[in-house]
């Protein structure tokens, strides 16, 4: 961004929306030290920042109390939605936007011993912007009761927001207000009592749009004999499959299930054999089972070498048919191994490698393609047979490409292999793959992509590849690509 906002003046630019930023980096243009600093301090009107660093805290705030005011805000957003501790130095920040008129705030805190409540919010930060008109805002403090003095309850915390004239709070678990959140996609309800019938009943009519829910209760329930038919998919990893057992356990009657479950922190796989002796045999009636299980295993931890034939005997063993594998040594030292079944019915994948079986993936508009060793060009001819119905395409690869003794930014040879056709792609992410890629892509003598709208790639290899926009060969893969994100 810093490359973009200097490559020209931008003397009508006052709105400017920061998505997926890192934090280290975007807040520091907020400084008096910045080489943006009169374009932020002067000129923006608008300020959005939206956080995704699920692993980075924000630590670019330390010497935010020293900077000065920043008068010409008007509007500003700031959301994250991982937890941090730092909200002191939030509200630093924010103390430097007096003359604001529109805030939005959406706030996970933990590191304290106190819940912030309207009173806090009155004092911290509406004491503070006078010209306030519209405050939207999710604050969530997690605070552990061995440091409370006090039963909390929703009541005495609502009492706090009257006070303060804001109503619009919620907590939410088995207790929450009977009101309908229009724009809410993903949600996780959490509480130490179990979750009854009627708790879903009354979050799919107050979630209507609704996409993914994630339920932690690890309180011992009854057998679900009722239910039949049951689905659980989560497009990211997670921990708890002991616990996801558990739940299946308590459905015997179940005759039809789907899970997609991409599984991390273990030291075994989950083969055949763990699905025979941890979910089959506890279902009789089931009939109908469509799976993709994934375990993320480090490779330190594993006694042995897998192979995808041990763990496809292991599906084998246990009767079933119409399943395969993949097993795929990615980076960081971490074997994926995934076992599902035929066909393939859901439309994600991720961590393909340069080994997967000769199937047609005849759902899958969402592809994540990595492995230690180069693709080569075969591997992406056989990637468009495979996936007919591809749309957005990552790549994650820093090795050389390989094309067979071409050299990589040579063409004369190309005609002696097939192009690779891809159709229906739309979206193309390259930025955390070889420069190679990008020429493998780009170069229209290698590749055909005629729906391209968004291209992600890094800038340096963007000009390097293209010969800085010169190149004619590069030209016709990106010529209706609206959107080129760089970094």
């Known amino acids: 961004m810093k490359r973009f906002l200097h490559a020209t003046d931008y003397p009508n630019l006052t709105e400017l929306k920061i998505h997926h930023f890192e934090q280290k980096f975007a807040l520091g243009y907020l400084t008096n030290e910045s080489s943006l600093r009169s374009i932020f301090q002067e000129q923006i009107t608008n300020l959005t920042l939206i956080n995704d660093d699920k692993d980075e805290m924000i630590r670019s705030l330390e010497n935010y109390t020293t900077n000065d005011k920043l008068f010409n805000l008007k509007c500003f957003s700031l959301k994250s939605f991982f937890r941090f501790k730092q909200y002191d130095k939030i509200l630093s920040l924010l103390r430097r936007m007096s003359n604001l008129e529109k805030l939005t705030l959406y706030l996970p805190i933990e590191g304290r011993n106190r819940v912030i409540d309207g009173t806090y919010v009155q004092h911290d930060i509406l004491d503070h912007m006078p010209q306030l008109h519209s405050f939207t805002f999710y604050i969530c403090t997690y605070v552990e009761t061995v440091d409370l003095s006090y039963k909390l309850s929703s009541e005495d915390i609502q009492q706090t927001l009257t006070n303060i004239g804001q109503q619009h709070a919620i907590n939410l678990g088995n207790k929450f207000p009977n009101i309908v959140f229009s724009y809410v996609t993903h949600l996780l309800v959490q509480d130490t009592d179990p979750f ?66 991409p599984i991390e922190d273990r030291n075994t796989v989950i083969d055949g054999t763990y699905v025979q002796h941890d979910i089959l045999d506890y279902m009789p009636q089931l009939h109908s089972f469509t799976f993709y299980i994934c375990t993320y295993v480090k490779t330190v931890d594993l006694s042995y070498k897998l192979s995808s034939e041990d763990i496809q005997q292991t599906l084998t063993n246990i009767g079933q048919e119409h399943v395969t594998s993949i097993v795929n040594y990615i980076q960081g030292g971490i074997v994926a191994c995934s076992i599902f079944s035929l066909p393939f019915e859901f439309d994600y994948l991720k961590y393909l490698g340069n080994k997967f079986p000769n199937i047609v993936f005849n759902y899958v508009t969402f592809l994540l393609v990595e492995d230690t060793n180069p693709f080569k060009h075969e591997f992406f001819i056989r990637i468009g047979r495979s996936f007919p119905l591809l749309k957005y395409l990552r790549i994650f690869n820093s090795e050389s490409q390989v094309l067979d003794g071409l050299m990589t930014f040579s063409s004369d040879n190309c005609q002696l292999h097939p192009i690779i056709e891809y159709f229906h792609l739309t979206r193309l992410d390259v930025r955390y793959a070889h420069r190679d890629y990008v020429e493998q892509f780009l170069n229209e003598t290698k590749t055909f992509i005629p729906c391209l709208t968004v291209f992600e790639v890094d800038v340096d290899d963007l000009k390097a590849v293209t010969k800085r926009f010169t190149r004619e060969e590069t030209r016709r893969n990106c010529a209706k690509a609206n959107v080129i994100a760089q970094i």
């Open 196 to 261: 009854e019938h009627e708790f879903f009943m009354r979050i799919a009519r107050s979630f209507p749009l609704l996409k993914h829910l994630r339920i932690i209760n690890v309180e011992p329930q009854d057998k679900l004999f009722n239910l039949k038919c049951f689905s659980l998919k989560s497009f990211f990893r997670f921990k708890q499959y002991d616990k996801i057992v558990s739940l299946l356990r308590r459905m015997p009657n179940l005759e039809k299930l789907t899970l997609y479950l």
